[in-house]
């Protein structure tokens, strides 16, 4: 126990806490005023390292042969990072409609690349092809219109013009695939990034992108294409602006049908991007893509020497320099085998778009190495109205067909890994000596080496109680600032650590838990997170924040393999080794709010210093956030990627065994309290093991429990 008594002899009767107690300390060390956006400078900083490995490799490729066998080990990666993918099953294409122009036509179709998984799309085909014609697959770029956008039927039509066929359809949650579409509003609940961002945060909760079904869409147009008499299986190219330029890029890597690829306006590298716009969408983003040493210019190397323009813009968000660098470095690969002048590079002054001279560079690309001669020039066309090019009967598959979503296709993933975790439960002494391992290899957690010394940052002496302000190391470059409130009457040998989602101050001075505690002699520690607090949330140009929650921060670890969860699980271990070691106590109970319950169990669960477990609010797990259409965005930094492929919340929870924990109004994924055949469904499974254990009465579970009820649960539960 601490040595407090002469603290004790200046202190008088015990009173309430201030109404506004002062528990910030970054004001006062400018050292550390940009603090606020250490998450995801942390995270950032470990990408960054984990490309060291990548650029020696790189460095060290001379011969043809260095090349070919990086090419072979890129796109076993890409396949397995990308994949699985499905087994190829009937297009059943569905022509809706034709319309007839003077030079050419557009046929209106939908065609399944999945079961069920329709695809609304149109193939222009120029009139008086003689033979077999080259064909271009171009993906869309972001817009709610998808290929009806002006700015790209205008190139579509001036490829058309020239001689190629060309095919376009429309990318998940673009066009007519809206996947949250509201009959009321008569659009999407969601902009376009989050229509792809928000459902892809499920597949991540799976285990793998949502690239996986925007790939697969992209590979079954080309199986379209081929279907066609008047297309040249020899002569293919794609060409698509923006998340089309990433799409481009990735299915021109991994499916050797595309001969030449002219991505515009996405490959830069991770070092600049990292930088300057932070990751971008979900289907961007491949599982561990950093860690396992892959960058943008991979996407280029690996087809050499096939044909490849980069099309790019001075001002665009996708650094220009980390373009120019990726060229550079793939440039390597080419004159390697002999091909240098079939990597080019088109680049104009303009923001992040298709200017024409990066347009008319593109046409006599395509031109030159799908032997099409002609005239490159752009010109102007007349473009159809967004009504004419509809393709389903209501302009909304939703409405209409209906069929999949990737929400729908992740579910049935996530039942299958249910059902596995479910059937390993039954061997549960097994099972959970596993999950002890894989929620540390998972998540990405390390158990801290290095401590630092604490730096004690002031203390402010109130009538009843002191606070002390300290500063510990945290597991990235920040310090975490935690606050001490010790009571006069000090009567208690138990710390209790208290882990607010809104922070140390809000704990303080909007809940009553913290006084009470204090009143009833208890000394009381609390911290901020990263991202939490007075450590966030920071600002990040390019953020796509859905419902007010950064996205991309949660996307840079998953490039990483390094969750929010396993950062600040670190964290928690670090605080109770300075309560250990630095103020001495033995005897720790942790209470988390919100969120913080799975950053709390994770490192419960690597850790044997916590005696008791409060948890207030939890989500109950999840499998449940992915398999709820509508989630609340604000459990995404506390979910792990991947995690429910091998365990999940309860399993954290019965591996809490034999200690207390308590569990107050837990919640669904909307955040609404869970309801008992919900808790039970999740949760039964802790419950056994307490029970096996004769220890029942260990773990409770209260829901429904009113705000002015949970301070005196908490503590006759202490008791």
């Not at 796109?75 to 297009?91: A, C, Q």
């Not at 990040?540 to 950062?567: E, H, M, Q």
Request: aromatic share 10%.
């Amino acid at each position: 126990m601490r040595f407090l008594l002469v603290y004790m002899l200046l202190m008088n009767a015990i009173s309430p806490l201030h109404a506004q107690d002062d528990v910030s300390l970054y004001k006062f060390w400018k050292y550390y005023s940009d603090v606020e956006n250490s998450l995801y400078k942390t995270l950032s900083s470990i990408a960054l390292d984990q490309l060291e490995p990548r650029k020696l490799e790189i460095s060290q490729l001379k011969t043809k042969e260095d090349w070919i066998n990086r090419q072979q080990k890129v796109k076993e990666k890409l396949l397995d990072l990308m994949g699985p993918f499905p087994e190829k099953t009937p297009l059943n294409i569905q022509v809706t409609g034709v319309i007839q122009r003077e030079d050419y036509r557009v046929e209106k179709f939908i065609f399944e690349s999945v079961p069920g998984f329709y695809v609304p799309a149109v193939l222009f085909i120029p009139e008086g092809i003689s033979g077999k014609a080259p064909a271009i697959v171009n993906p869309i770029g972001h817009s709610p219109t998808s290929f009806r956008r002006d700015v790209y039927q205008h190139k579509i039509i001036n490829l058309v013009k020239k001689g190629f066929i060309v095919l376009a359809y429309d990318p998940i949650g673009q066009g007519e695939r809206l996947q949250y579409y509201d009959g009321e509003l008569g659009k999407s609940i969601f902009p376009t990034n989050h229509e792809h961002s928000y459902p892809g945060a499920q597949c991540y909760i799976s285990g793998y992108s949502s690239a996986k079904y925007f790939v697969w869409d992209g590979i079954r147009a080309i199986d379209v294409l081929l279907s066609r008499p008047e297309v040249d299986p020899t002569r293919l190219g794609m060409n698509g602006i923006s998340g089309g330029g990433n799409m481009t890029a990735f299915i021109a890597a991994i499916d050797d049908r595309i001969l030449a690829a002219a991505p515009e306006c996405w490959i830069t590298s991770f070092d600049y991007l990292l930088k300057s716009e932070a990751p971008q969408d979900s289907e961007q983003n491949l599982v561990g893509m950093i860690k396992n040493g892959l960058d943008h210019a991979d996407f280029l190397e690996v087809r050499a020497p096939k044909p490849t323009l980069i099309m790019a813009t001075t001002r665009d968000f996708f650094s220009i320099q980390g373009t120019r660098d990726a060229f550079q470095e793939a440039k390597k690969a080419y004159e390697a085998m002999g091909k240098s002048e079939y990597l080019q590079m088109t680049e104009d002054d303009d923001i992040h778009f298709s200017t024409q001279k990066n347009r008319e560079a593109m046409y006599a690309f395509f031109q030159e190495h799908l032997d099409n001669p002609g005239d490159s020039k752009d010109y102007e066309v007349d473009i159809f109205s967004e009504e004419e090019l509809q393709v389903t009967k209501t302009g909304q598959l939703a409405t209409s067909l209906k069929g999949e979503t990737m929400y729908t296709l992740n579910k049935k993933i996530v039942e299958r890994q249910q059902a596995f975790l479910e059937n390993s439960r039954e061997n549960t002494m097994e099972y959970l000596a596993k999950v002890k391992e894989s929620a540390a290899r998972i998540s990405g957690f390390t158990y801290p080496e290095e401590f630092g010394k604490p730096v004690f940052s002031g203390r402010m002496v109130y009538e009843g109680y002191q606070i002390e302000k300290y500063l510990i190391q945290g597991s990235g470059d920040y310090p975490l600032p935690l606050v001490l409130l010790i009571p006069e009457k000090y009567t208690r040998d138990e710390l209790i650590i208290i882990l607010d989602e809104k922070g140390k101050g809000h704990a303080v001075n909007n809940i009553s838990l913290v006084k009470d505690l204090v009143e009833k002699g208890y000394p009381v520690l609390l911290s901020d997170l990263p991202n939490i607090g007075e450590m966030g949330p920071g600002y990040l140009r390019g953020d796509t924040y859905i419902r007010g929650v950064s996205y991309n921060k949660w996307f840079t670890g998953i490039l990483t393999g390094k969750s929010i969860v396993a950062l600040r699980a670190e964290d928690i271990l670090r605080i109770i080794h300075f309560a250990k070691n630095e103020l001495f106590y033995e005897q720790i109970t942790a209470i988390s709010s919100g969120v913080l319950g799975s950053e709390l169990l994770h490192a419960e669960t690597l850790s044997h210093d916590i005696q008791k477990l409060c948890l207030l609010e939890p989500f109950v797990a999840y499998a449940d956030i992915a398999l709820s259409r509508n989630y609340k965005t604000t459990y995404i930094h506390s979910v792990v990627p991947g995690a429910i492929a091998e365990y999940d919340i309860p399993d954290l929870i019965a591996l809490g065994a034999p200690r207390k924990i308590l569990v107050l109004n837990p919640v669904n994924a909307s955040g609404e309290l869970a309801t008992e055949s919900l808790i039970d469904d999740y949760w039964d499974f802790p419950a056994q093991v307490f029970r096996d254990q004769g220890l029942e009465e260990n773990f409770i579970v209260h829901s429904g429990i009113s705000d002015k009820e949970i301070a005196g649960m908490i503590l006759d539960w202490l008791e």
